[in-house]
Nanobody
């Protein structure tokens, strides 16, 4: 399985960005997709996940500001990020779980200026 993430960039505090991640390869129907992030000098942390059926889960730090969604026909997951803060600056990684395996995308950099 290959994951290709897009949409990172530079944005001012209070602004919005939308990330997307497309999966390809040995795709299985039953899966979970999600986003993690890693800020400079910090460990990678959970951001949000969404099941094939649409059940979502968010980190407390992003709940109410970020929205995860997916297009199952396109094997793509999205992360709509609103009201961005400088502390949201990080490399954002897409992750996919299927059949007891998990896969990581290459990461996309989000920089929020104050």
């Amino acid at each position: 399985v290959q994951l290709q993430a897009f949409g990172g960039g530079l944005v001012q505090a209070g602004g919005s960005l939308r990330l997307s991640c497309a999966a390809s390869g040995s795709i299985l129907r039953i899966n979970v997709m999600g986003w993690y992030r890693q800020a400079p000098g910090k460990q990678r942390e959970f951001v949000a996940t969404i099941t094939f059926g649409g059940t979502t889960n968010y980190a407390a730090s992003v709940r109410g500001r970020f929205t995860i969604s997916r297009d199952n026909a396109e094997n793509t997951v999205y992360l709509q990020m609103n009201s961005l803060k400088p502390e949201d600056t990080a490399v954002y990684y897409c992750r996919r779980w299927q059949n007891q395996a998990h896969f990581w995308g290459q990461g996309t950099l989000v920089t929020v200026s104050s």
